[in-house]
């Protein structure tokens, strides 16, 4: 009867220990697929948004696709879709530089030069680079050759200054000033020209003015 009775208690320890294997074993496999399609999903999360990124260049869609591929614990596919993001951001930043060079030509101020030549330092294909610096150079050269007429134009103007001529403009000499010149002269008969026309008419600077 005793050895009956080990017998059953046997049998149903090892029912139980088989149960709680199958238990453990069902709780792995669960684990594991829930595992397996998480990281999935994932892997198809980052390929949609570096799809959508290579169909649509926008700074906004890179960030996103970066933020997707830098999740991916799959160190060959997180490789293969960085590249491609890699690409697509180099791209942006050329089309970037491009068009801050054309607003730069198209308005040729000093204040445009900076970011011009900020966002064409961002670029890596050496030819396109090149293009690109060969562009800002000529417009740097063409703002500082208006800057030197400029400058010019204006120490000429302050040297070419107005002059008073007396006689109708008849006198051989002029005069900064009406105020310097003699008391008797008749103011109603005195006309004004450029300096630089009065001695290209052989005047000369009154002697009598300061």
Request: net charge positive; hydrophobic share 35%.
């Amino acid at each position: 009867m005793k050895k009956k009775k080990l017998v059953m208690l046997m049998a149903a320890f090892i029912v139980a220990l088989s149960s709680q294997h199958l238990l453990f074993s069902n709780s792995g496999n669960h684990f594991f697929n829930t595992a397996t399609a998480s990281a999935s999903t994932l892997d198809t999360d980052a390929e949609k948004a570096v799809k959508k990124l290579e169909d649509h260049q926008k700074r906004e869609n890179l960030v996103k696709a970066q933020q997707k591929v830098d999740t991916l614990s799959d160190v060959t596919k997180k490789e293969k879709l960085q590249h491609r993001i890699d690409l697509v951001e180099q791209a942006i930043i050329i089309k970037e530089a491009q068009t801050a060079v054309k607003y730069l030509e198209d308005h040729q101020d000093r204040n445009n030069i900076a970011d011009a030549q900020n966002k064409t330092a961002l670029v890596t294909d050496e030819g396109t680079k090149a293009n690109l610096t060969n562009r800002i150079n000529l417009v740097e050269n063409a703002i500082a050759v208006k800057e030197a007429q400029a400058s010019e134009n204006t120490v000429s103007a302050q040297e070419d200054r107005t002059v008073y001529v007396t006689g109708g403009g008849k006198s051989k000499v002029y005069w900064y000033s009406t105020d310097s010149m003699p008391w008797n002269t008749n103011k109603n008969n005195i006309i004004q020209m450029k300096e630089s026309q009065a001695i290209a008419a052989g005047k000369r600077h009154s002697l009598t003015e300061p």
